[in-house]
């Protein structure tokens, strides 16, 4: 497992400019294989106040999919304990979207 201090400080710009600063601060956010996915989020058994987002490293070169993941995860961490990808969730994903979140980072393909 890797931390890296570039994705922990796109965690925090982004909580800062797209979650008014309401997630925790004090996030292990790191590169470490993750099965089946591309991302996850969990809470620590030994801290259940803290969390781990993790990054698959598979991801470490395209900063624009990295990106993409940590929002997606951070979405997660502000919804917690909610882990589904349901009704609420996709509210969330559409307000950052329409706050211009994914600005630059999605591409259009035609």
């Known amino acids: 497992m890797l931390c890296d201090r570039r994705i922990t400080n796109w965690y925090r710009v982004y909580n800062e400019r797209w979650f008014n600063g309401e997630l925790p601060e004090d996030v292990d956010v790191l590169w470490a294989p993750v099965k089946g996915c591309c991302a996850d989020v969990d809470v620590l ?4 106040e803290s969390y781990i987002l993790r990054i698959n490293p598979a991801f470490a070169l395209d900063k624009n999919i990295a990106r993409i993941n940590l929002i997606h995860e951070q979405v ?3 919804l917690w ?12 994903i559409q307000r950052l979207a329409a706050l211009g979140a994914y ?8």
């Open 45 to 48: 058994y030994s801290d259940p």
């Open 76 to 78: 997660h961490i502000k």
């Open 81 to 92: 304990p909610y882990k589904k990808h349901g009704p609420r969730f996709h509210t969330e």
């Open 103 to 110: 600005r630059g980072l999605l591409l259009s393909r035609g």
